[in-house]
């Protein structure tokens, strides 16, 4: 079994910054691809931005230039830095792993989500 735990939500100011972690544990042999999805009120869920086990990203239009996603390999860890927020942003962001176990060779998970609310 692999559990993802996300942190670093809550409330913040429009134009503040605000970093989410998540970290994955478990029967892990490779995670090949983390991310980050939001859903908000009223909205089908939408991904915000991916980075894979080399390192390539991909952005959401929408957050380019203002989010930025990293990882620690070592650590098993996701991170997602949010700059220059907006009251859109407002959303539960979820993180997702794409990941290798000794059962298969590649299956979804995602945490419970973390509360992401940005005040005008």
């Known amino acids: 079994q692999v559990q993802l735990v996300e942190s670093g939500g809550g409330l913040v100011q429009a134009g503040g910054s605000l970093r989410l972690s998540c970290a994955a544990s478990g029967h892990i042999f490779r995670i090949i691809t983390m991310g980050w999805y939001r859903q908000a009120p009223g909205k089908q869920r939408e991904l915000v931005a991916t980075i894979t086990s080399g390192g390539s990203t991909n952005y959401a239009d929408s957050v380019k230039g203002r989010f930025t996603i990293s990882r620690d390999n070592a650590k098993n860890t996701v991170y997602l830095q949010m700059n220059s927020l907006k009251p859109e942003d407002t959303a539960v962001y979820y993180c997702?792993?794409?990941?290798?176990?000794?059962?298969?060779?590649?299956?979804?998970?995602w945490g419970q989500g973390t509360q992401v609310t940005v005040s005008s």
């Open positions: 997702n792993a794409h990941v290798v176990t000794i059962a298969t060779m590649g299956e979804d998970y």
